[in-house]
C-alpha cells in the first residue's frame, strides 16, 4: 500500500472518529457524536466474571485500582470508609415503608421492567449470582444516591437513571475507564467540557458529585426529548451518542424494520448497557425474588452543601468538621490535590451531622488562613518549572497566585507557593497518592521509570517494552487516549531483556508511525488484519476497545498505528 493511500485512509478515519472539541448544539455535539464510551463499572463486573465465582468475588477486589489498597493503612481505612458509609441503619431501628429511600425510588420507576428479552435475563442472572456485588455498590452509592433521587424527580426524569451510576461507575468517585471517562457518571473530557465540568491541576469537575449529577440529567433529559421520550434510547446514546442511535433507527426504518431499541444493530457495549440498568431496576424493584436482601437506606440526606468563600486545605476542613479527611475526599473526589481550587466552585460537601460545627468553625478562621504558603527566595538557575517540580505544583499555579504574567522570575524574588498543611500520606485519596499506589503495585516484568521525552507516544513505549498501550496507560493511572507530557515520570513492567535500555528519539525518529483508518473487509480477522499492518492483535484490540473473542463485521471502522514502511 502506499504512503499516499495510507494518507487518504488516515483522512477518512478523522472524518469518521466523531467529536473531540464540543462547542455548540451542532454537527459537534455529544447529542449527535458516534463515540462509544466504556463504562468503568464494567471493567469490575468483567473481573469478576472471569474468576468463575457465584459468590461475593468483588469483596477483596477493590473495582477502582486507583484506591487499591496495598501499600498504605490510610487507603485501606479510606476504601472501608467508601464501602461502609457511617449513616447506616441498625437492627433496632424499624423505619417505616414510606422512610424508605427504596420506597421513594421504586415509586419513580417508568421504564418496562416487564420486557422478555434474552439480554436482560443474561444480565439479571448474573446479578442475581453475585449478591455481593450488589451490596458494594449499594454501601458505596448510600452516600450520594438520596441526592441522585432528589434530583431525577425534580427534573420528571425516571428513577432508574439514579442506578445508572452502578452500571457506569459502580459508584466508584474515583473510577477512571481506558477510555478517559471519570467519576460516577464516566464524562470524558469533550463532553464534560461541553457541559462545563471544568479540568485543571487543582480538581476534575466530572468526579464532582453535584456538577456532574447536574450535567448527566441534563445530557439524559436533552437525549430523551431527541428521542420522542423514548427513555431505552436516550441512554443508548448516552452510552454511544445520539448520532450512533440515530443511524441505526435510519437503517432500520429504510428496510421497513422497527425502530425501537431492541430492534437495533447497535455497538455491542451499548447492545448490553440498556439491559444492565434494567435488570438492576428489576433487583431494586423486587430484591426478594432474585434472592437478594438491599440494605436498609434512610430517605434523608448523607451530606449538606457548606459555602466556604474561600480555598482551604482539606485536612484543615476535615478537622473543623470534626470527620477524617478521607470522607472530604469522598464527598468531594473532584479535588486532586490537598486543597480546593482556589477559583472554586468554593463550597464542600459534608456529612449533615458535621455541617453546622463546619459552618461555626470555619466563621471563626479568616480567608488567608485556610491555605498554607511558603515563602520562596529564587536562586540561580531556577524557572518556574523547576519550583514548580519541587513543590509539586505547576507554573501556571505559580503564575496565578504571584501574579505574573509570564515565565521570567529573577534571582531573589519572592514567590509565595500554596502547600499542604500536613504530610502528602494525610490526603490518602488525592490524586498524587492515588497514583503512587497504583504505580507500586507489584506487577510481571522488569519494574522501568521512565521520563517521557518530546515525541513520545503510547506505541512507541509500549513497542520497545513488548507489553500493550493499555497496560502502559492503566500502570499509569492514563487512558491511552491521554496527552504524554515531556517530564512526566512513568512507571513500566517491561517484558524486555534489558528493561534499563531504551530507544533514543534519533531512533524513533526512523520510524514513520502513522495513523490510519481502515474499514474491515469480508474475511477480515485481527490476526490477519495484524499480520497485514506488521503490528499486534492485542494492540488493535487496545486502540478499538475490541473483545478479541468477538468477530469483526464487514464496514466497521478501526484505527491502527502503523509504520508504513512494513505495510502492505
Given at each position: 500500500?502506499?504512503?499516499?493511500?495510507?494518507?487518504?485512509?488516515?483522512?477518512?478515519?478523522?472524518?469518521?472518529?466523531?467529536?473531540?472539541?464540543?462547542?455548540?448544539?451542532?454537527?459537534?455535539?455529544?447529542?449527535?457524536?458516534?463515540?462509544?464510551?466504556?463504562?468503568?463499572?464494567?471493567?469490575?463486573?468483567?473481573?469478576?466474571?472471569?474468576?468463575?465465582?457465584?459468590?461475593?468475588?468483588?469483596?477483596?477486589?477493590?473495582?477502582?485500582?486507583?484506591?487499591?489498597?496495598?501499600?498504605?493503612?490510610?487507603?485501606?481505612?479510606?476504601?472501608?470508609?467508601?464501602?461502609?458509609?457511617?449513616?447506616?441503619?441498625?437492627?433496632?431501628?424499624?423505619?417505616?415503608?414510606?422512610?424508605?429511600?427504596?420506597?421513594?425510588?421504586?415509586?419513580?420507576?417508568?421504564?418496562?421492567?416487564?420486557?422478555?428479552?434474552?439480554?436482560?435475563?443474561?444480565?439479571?442472572?448474573?446479578?442475581?449470582?453475585?449478591?455481593?456485588?450488589?451490596?458494594r455498590v449499594v454501601e458505596r452509592?448510600?452516600?450520594?444516591?438520596?441526592?441522585?433521587?432528589?434530583?431525577?424527580?425534580?427534573?420528571?426524569?425516571?428513577?432508574?437513571?439514579?442506578?445508572?451510576?452502578?452500571?457506569?461507575?459502580?459508584?466508584?468517585?474515583?473510577?477512571?475507564?481506558?477510555?478517559?471517562?471519570?467519576?460516577?457518571?464516566?464524562?470524558?473530557?469533550?463532553?464534560?467540557?461541553?457541559?462545563?465540568?471544568?479540568?485543571?491541576?487543582?480538581?476534575?469537575?466530572?468526579?464532582?458529585?453535584?456538577?456532574?449529577?447536574?450535567?448527566?440529567?441534563?445530557?439524559?433529559?436533552?437525549?430523551?426529548?431527541?428521542?420522542?421520550?423514548?427513555?431505552?434510547?436516550?441512554?443508548?446514546?448516552?452510552?454511544?451518542?445520539?448520532?450512533?442511535?440515530?443511524?441505526?433507527?435510519?437503517?432500520?426504518?429504510?428496510?421497513?424494520?422497527?425502530?425501537?431499541?431492541?430492534?437495533?444493530?447497535?455497538?455491542?457495549?451499548?447492545?448490553?448497557?440498556?439491559?444492565?440498568?434494567?435488570?438492576?431496576?428489576?433487583?431494586?424493584?423486587?430484591?426478594?425474588?432474585?434472592?437478594?436482601?438491599?440494605?436498609?437506606?434512610?430517605?434523608?440526606?448523607?451530606?449538606?452543601?457548606?459555602?466556604?468563600?474561600?480555598?482551604?486545605?482539606?485536612?484543615?476542613?476535615?478537622?473543623?468538621?470534626?470527620?477524617?479527611?478521607?470522607?472530604?475526599?469522598?464527598?468531594?473526589?473532584?479535588?486532586?490535590?490537598?486543597?480546593?481550587?482556589?477559583?472554586?466552585?468554593?463550597?464542600?460537601?459534608?456529612?449533615?451531622?458535621?455541617?453546622?460545627?463546619?459552618?461555626?468553625?470555619?466563621a471563626q478562621i479568616p480567608a488567608?488562613?485556610?491555605?498554607?504558603?511558603?515563602?520562596?527566595?529564587?536562586?540561580?538557575?531556577?524557572?518556574?518549572?523547576?519550583?514548580?517540580?519541587?513543590?509539586?505544583?505547576?507554573?501556571?499555579?505559580?503564575?496565578?497566585?504571584?501574579?505574573?504574567?509570564?515565565?521570567?522570575?529573577?534571582?531573589?524574588?519572592?514567590?509565595?507557593?500554596?502547600?499542604?498543611?500536613?504530610?502528602?500520606?494525610?490526603?490518602?485519596?488525592?490524586?498524587?497518592?492515588?497514583?503512587?499506589?497504583?504505580?507500586?503495585?507489584?506487577?510481571?516484568?522488569?519494574?522501568?521509570?521512565?521520563?517521557?521525552?518530546?515525541?513520545?507516544?503510547?506505541?512507541?513505549?509500549?513497542?520497545?517494552?513488548?507489553?500493550?498501550?493499555?497496560?502502559?496507560?492503566?500502570?499509569?493511572?492514563?487512558?491511552?487516549?491521554?496527552?504524554?507530557?515531556?517530564?512526566?515520570?512513568?512507571?513500566?513492567?517491561?517484558?524486555?531483556?534489558q528493561p534499563t535500555m531504551v530507544?533514543?528519539?534519533?531512533?524513533?525518529?526512523?520510524?514513520?508511525?502513522?495513523?490510519?483508518?481502515?474499514?474491515?473487509?469480508?474475511?477480515?480477522?485481527?490476526?490477519?488484519?495484524?499480520?497485514?499492518?506488521?503490528?499486534?492483535?492485542?494492540?488493535?484490540?487496545?486502540?478499538?476497545?475490541?473483545?478479541?473473542?468477538?468477530?469483526?463485521?464487514?464496514?466497521?471502522?478501526?484505527?491502527?498505528?502503523?509504520?508504513?514502511?512494513?505495510?502492505?
Amino acid at each position: 500500500m502506499s504512503v499516499s493511500r495510507l494518507s487518504l485512509m488516515f483522512f477518512a478515519g478523522a472524518l469518521a472518529s466523531g467529536c473531540s472539541s464540543l462547542i455548540n448544539q451542532g454537527e459537534e455535539s455529544p447529542l449527535n457524536t458516534q463515540e462509544v464510551a466504556v463504562a468503568a463499572g464494567d471493567e469490575g463486573l468483567k473481573k469478576a466474571v472471569e474468576t468463575g465465582e457465584n459468590g461475593d468475588v468483588t469483596r477483596n477486589e477493590p473495582l477502582d485500582e486507583a484506591i487499591a489498597p496495598e501499600l498504605k493503612d490510610a487507603a485501606r481505612d479510606a476504601r472501608e470508609k467508601l464501602d461502609n458509609p457511617v449513616q447506616k441503619t441498625t437492627e433496632i431501628e424499624v423505619e417505616a415503608v414510606e422512610q424508605d429511600l427504596w420506597a421513594r425510588l421504586r415509586s419513580g420507576f417508568v421504564l418496562d421492567h416487564d420486557i422478555d428479552n434474552e439480554r436482560v435475563r443474561d444480565q439479571l442472572n448474573w446479578y442475581a449470582r453475585h449478591p455481593g456485588y450488589i451490596d458494594r455498590v449499594v454501601e458505596r452509592g448510600s452516600r450520594y444516591l438520596h441526592y441522585i433521587v432528589n434530583e431525577t424527580e425534580k427534573r420528571g426524569l425516571p428513577a432508574e437513571y439514579a442506578l445508572l451510576p452502578i452500571v457506569e461507575s459502580a459508584f466508584d468517585p474515583f473510577a477512571y475507564s481506558h477510555g478517559r471517562a471519570a467519576g460516577l457518571w464516566q464524562f470524558i473530557p469533550s463532553t464534560g467540557k461541553y457541559f462545563g465540568l471544568t479540568q485543571s491541576w487543582w480538581h476534575d469537575e466530572r468526579r464532582d458529585v453535584i456538577a456532574a449529577t447536574d450535567a448527566a440529567l441534563t445530557y439524559l433529559d436533552r437525549l430523551a426529548n431527541r428521542f420522542d421520550g423514548d427513555h431505552t434510547l436516550a441512554l443508548a446514546a448516552y452510552n454511544s451518542g445520539g448520532g450512533t442511535v440515530s443511524s441505526a433507527m435510519r437503517r432500520n426504518r429504510n428496510s421497513n424494520k422497527p425502530t425501537d431499541f431492541w430492534s437495533l444493530q447497535l455497538p455491542r457495549e451499548t447492545r448490553h448497557y440498556v439491559p444492565k440498568l434494567i435488570a438492576l431496576a428489576k433487583i431494586f424493584d423486587n430484591p426478594e425474588a432474585y434472592g437478594i436482601e438491599l440494605p436498609s437506606l434512610k430517605d434523608e440526606p448523607y451530606f449538606e452543601i457548606v459555602e466556604t468563600g474561600s480555598q482551604l486545605d482539606l485536612a484543615q476542613a476535615a478537622e473543623l468538621a470534626g470527620v477524617d479527611v478521607d470522607e472530604i475526599y469522598l464527598l468531594n473526589p473532584s479535588y486532586n490535590r490537598w486543597a480546593t481550587s482556589p477559583d472554586g466552585p468554593h463550597r464542600l460537601l459534608v456529612p449533615v451531622q458535621n455541617a453546622e460545627k463546619f459552618r461555626t468553625a470555619l466563621a471563626q478562621i479568616p480567608a488567608d488562613q485556610r491555605v498554607s504558603w511558603r515563602n520562596y527566595k529564587v536562586k540561580s538557575g531556577d524557572s518556574l518549572n523547576s519550583i514548580s517540580r519541587k513543590f509539586s505544583t505547576t507554573p501556571s499555579v505559580l503564575q496565578q497566585v504571584n501574579n505574573l504574567d509570564g515565565d521570567l522570575i529573577r534571582i531573589g524574588q519572592r514567590l509565595m507557593i500554596p502547600s499542604a498543611s500536613k504530610g502528602s500520606d494525610a490526603y490518602a485519596l488525592s490524586a498524587s497518592q492515588r497514583l503512587e499506589r497504583k504505580q507500586e503495585r507489584k506487577r510481571d516484568g522488569n519494574k522501568v521509570r521512565y521520563t517521557v521525552r518530546k515525541g513520545d507516544t503510547f506505541w512507541d513505549i509500549a513497542r520497545e517494552h513488548r507489553v500493550s498501550v493499555r497496560e502502559v496507560a492503566a500502570w499509569n493511572g492514563m487512558a491511552p487516549g491521554d496527552p504524554l507530557i515531556p517530564g512526566k515520570e512513568l512507571v513500566i513492567w517491561s517484558k524486555t531483556n534489558q528493561p534499563t535500555m531504551v530507544a533514543t528519539n534519533s531512533t524513533r525518529g526512523k520510524a514513520m508511525v502513522r495513523k490510519v483508518g481502515y474499514r474491515v473487509r469480508k474475511g477480515d480477522s485481527l490476526a490477519r488484519i495484524a499480520s497485514r499492518f506488521s503490528v499486534n492483535v492485542r494492540d488493535i484490540a487496545s486502540w478499538n476497545d475490541l473483545n478479541t473473542a468477538r468477530y469483526l463485521q464487514p464496514g466497521q471502522s478501526l484505527v491502527l498505528y502503523v509504520d508504513i514502511r512494513n505495510s502492505p
